[in-house]
């Protein structure tokens, strides 16, 4: 029995409008693998649920440059 898959497939399994939460602290613990990949893969209208939005060009940043994500809900400091 296999017990893993590759990231494609996992993204693959993503629908468009999908709701995900990822980690994330400045993009250190985000996922960078399946991030790269739900570009790649053009992955649409995404509800994001994470700690931060990580900086430009890194990290979640890179879905919200693309246009990949609807609506974002992530923690905020004072």
Do not use: W
Not at 34 to 40: A, M, P, Q, T
Not at 67 to 76: E, M, R
């Amino acid at each position: 029995m296999k017990k893993s898959i590759s990231c494609e497939h996992a993204v693959e399994m993503i629908p468009d409008g999908a709701s995900i939460m990822m980690g994330g602290f400045m993009g250190v613990g985000s996922p960078h693998r399946l991030i790269d990949e739900l570009v790649r893969q053009n992955k649409r209208n995404l509800t994001v649920y994470c700690n931060d939005a990580g900086r430009p060009g890194f990290g979640l940043a890179k879905l919200i440059a693309t246009k990949q994500v609807k609506k974002l809900v992530a923690t905020i400091s004072d």
